[in-house]
């Protein structure tokens, strides 16, 4: 089982930069496709980026697509969001998610962290 708690979000002008980090506990955070995900108020949760468990295949969303980059280490059991060019509606609570290898769905959720770009 993993555990997994996010940090790094904030308020930043647009335009900005931030880094968000996941922490993960537990032994089997290399076996996992890890993901972000981000909820703004008022709309449905909705896919950022994911990251194979040997960081060796990304996807992104298209609205993320060449403006933020997802990475792993996993001798730390860490992943990031790294999120250049910030816009407004980037605002919303990013949660870290994870599933094991052959499962279909994310399994494990952070409980998020706030980020806040403002006009």
């Known amino acids: 089982q993993v555990q997994l708690v996010e940090s790094g979000g904030g308020l930043v002008q647009a335009g900005g930069s931030l880094r968000l980090s996941c922490a993960a506990s537990g032994r089997t955070f290399s076996g996992y496709t890890m993901a972000w995900f981000r909820q703004a108020p008022g709309k449905e949760r909705e896919f950022v980026a994911s990251?194979?468990?040997?960081?060796?295949?990304?996807s992104y969303a298209d609205s993320v697509q060449d403006r933020f980059t997802i990475s792993r280490d996993n001798a730390k059991n860490t992943m990031y969001l790294q999120m250049n060019r910030l816009k407004p509606e980037d605002t919303a609570v990013y949660f870290c998610a994870g599933r094991r290898l052959g499962v279909a769905q994310y399994s494990y959720w952070g409980q998020g962290t706030q980020v806040t770009v403002s006009s």
């Open positions: 990251i194979s468990a040997n960081s060796g295949s990304t």
